[in-house]
Every structure is written in structure tokens, then in C-alpha cells.
């Protein structure tokens, strides 16, 4: 019987300036008050000068007290990428599937992504108490190796070999998960993720399509 699926794209995004315009730390924080801290924070982050792990958990923790309403505020403020909803479409023409894996957090993911038709999502969980933000994360950190290994996860689920797969990403936690595809994707990328991605785009998402057919 022929497998549909062997020939078929997987494309893996980052999330936060990646498929989305904002980082979706940055607008918590500043309900928080602590934008200026978080966007240095994550500034330093992705041009990896800065442990991804415990700069989340730095900058995490100035979200303390906020409203955990702010998930449904902040998803309304989002704005996917040009070109996002053509890729989704051509990569789905193909038979193929959409990830986006994220240093963000799933409380927003969960909201905005089913609109998006995006197959699977993977992102940190924040832990919320008597409705408010308790300035940690639950459960394990979504670090480069996490995102490099859910890339090679949902290419087992989905039955694509990893020469049918593509990452797309903008800093330097996307760079493991970038060497791992069969083509790596730097969009409006930092410097580092510039150095090894095999293409880099700055305007659209949809200068990725026709890389779809130089898979395999």
C-alpha cells in the first residue's frame, strides 16, 4: 500500500517572530510592568549570548500576579507573518503537515493556532494559581534540544522522513532543530542563525514554498 505520507513535507516554525510578528513575552510584560527588563532579557537570548532556559525563567518570573485573562488578551493583539496562511496551504496541497514549536507559552498557542489550520503545536506551560500567574513554568522547558527532538518526534508520528522535513526559525535556540531538517530556514534571523541556515528571507513566509519540491 502506498504511503502517502513519505514523500510529504514537515515544516517546523518557531513561533515568536517567526510565525507571529510579536513576541508574546513582551505584551505580557507589559502588563506586568517589566517590559523593558524582558525585551532586554530575550534580546540577549536569541543571539545566544544568554542560557535560553534561565532567561525564560528570568523573565517569567516578573510576570508574577498578572491576570491569567491576559492569555485571550494577548492572543487578540497577534499577527501571523506574510505569507503564513499561503505556506499552511501549500505544505497541506502536498499532503503534508505544519508544526510550530515555541520557547512561548501553549496558554496562547492553544488560542490562535486551530484558526491557522497548523497540525501540531508544542510550547511551555505557565503555572497559574487562584487565577493569576505564579511567575514559574510547569514542567520541563522548551529549550534548542526540545525543539530538535519534537522535530524529529512529529516527523516519526507523521511518517515523514527527515529528508521531506524543513525548520524555519529566527534565533539561536532554532539553530539544533535547523541542523537537523533537510533544509534550514532563517526568517528575519539573527546574525547566528544567518551563519548556518541554508536560506534566509526577510519579507515573506512564502519564499519558502518553493522549497516544498527541492525535498527529498
Not at 525563567?57 to 516578573?62: M, P, Q, S
Amino acid at each position: 500500500m502506498l504511503d502517502m505520507n513519505k514523500n510529504a513535507p514537515l515544516v517546523v516554525l518557531d513561533c515568536d517572530s517567526t510565525s507571529i510578528r510579536e513576541e508574546v513575552i513582551e505584551i505580557i510584560a507589559k502588563t506586568a510592568g517589566s517590559y523593558e527588563e524582558v525585551k532586554t532579557i530575550t534580546d540577549a537570548a536569541m543571539r545566544g549570548e544568554y542560557d535560553f532556559a534561565e532567561s525564560l525563567k528570568a523573565r517569567v518570573a516578573t510576570l508574577k500576579g498578572v491576570p491569567e485573562s491576559v492569555f485571550e488578551q494577548t492572543a487578540k493583539q497577534l499577527n501571523f507573518n506574510p505569507g503564513f496562511t499561503e505556506l499552511v496551504e501549500a505544505v497541506h496541497a502536498r499532503n503534508g503537515h505544519i508544526a510550530v514549536v515555541s520557547g512561548g507559552f501553549l496558554e496562547v498557542l492553544d488560542l490562535v493556532m486551530p484558526a491557522q489550520k497548523v497540525d501540531v503545536w508544542h510550547a511551555n506551560r505557565l503555572t497559574v494559581a487562584d487565577g493569576k500567574l505564579t511567575g514559574t513554568v510547569s514542567g520541563e522547558i522548551v529549550t534548542a534540544a526540545t525543539k530538535a527532538d519534537y522535530l524529529k518526534k512529529w516527523a516519526a508520528e507523521f511518517g515523514t522522513p527527515l529528508s521531506h522535513t524543513i525548520a524555519v526559525g529566527d534565533g539561536a535556540n532554532d539553530i539544533e532543530m535547523m541542523r537537523i531538517a533537510a533544509i534550514s530556514v532563517g526568517y528575519q534571523a539573527k546574525p547566528a542563525v544567518r551563519e548556518v541556515a541554508d536560506y534566509c528571507f526577510d519579507d515573506t513566509l512564502a519564499h519558502i514554498i518553493p522549497l516544498l519540491d527541492r525535498l527529498g
